[in-house]
């Protein structure tokens, strides 16, 4: 009898939240099929690890992901969002969901700098699925993340081989 013992896999989120910490770059783009379960996913990792992660939507502006009820006051407008995030001095992920095109000249720019900005402090500006026309205008500042499920490769024993 051949039984099989499934390896623990991490949750695509997991994964993807790997690769912003990891990234070289403060200016990243997440592109992928399912950004809200995504955002799911990061939500329940963020409890879990208690790092800091906020999202930023147009309604609501900045709010913890880790704490619902924590609200950064004054960030409903994208301007003023980026300005706090350049004005802290604390680490922290900062995804910034459904962003409202034409973006202003002034909000542009201020995504540029975080693009171009190699600090020592440790934060990520992270559009969620923007727009083609947004990453035609940050191309050369923006670093992309593709959040497509990466399909298991397993090992397989061919003719006396393993073979991927």
């Not at 790997?18 to 329940?44: H, M, N, V, Y």
């Not at 559009?127 to 990453?135: A, E, H, Y």
């Amino acid at each position: 009898m051949t039984t099989s013992i499934a390896s623990p896999t991490a949750p695509v989120g997991a994964d993807v939240f790997e690769r912003i910490l990891g990234a070289p770059g403060q200016l990243l783009a997440l592109e992928g099929p399912d950004s809200k379960t995504l955002i799911d996913q990061f939500r329940t990792l963020v409890r879990h690890s208690g790092q800091a992660v906020y999202l930023w939507d147009a309604d609501v502006g900045l709010s913890s992901l880790r704490e619902a009820q924590a609200r950064v006051p004054g960030s409903q407008r994208l301007g003023q969002a980026l300005r706090f995030v350049q004005q802290s001095i604390h680490f922290g992920v900062y995804l910034f969901l459904d962003l409202p095109m034409p973006l202003a000249a002034s909000d542009m720019a201020l995504l540029r700098q975080f693009g171009k900005g190699q600090s020592e402090q440790l934060r990520r500006v992270v559009l969620v699925d923007p727009s083609p026309r947004l990453l035609e205008g940050l191309d050369d500042v923006i670093e992309r993340i593709d959040c497509a499920p990466r399909r298991e490769i397993r090992p397989r024993l061919r003719d006396g081989r393993w073979l991927l």
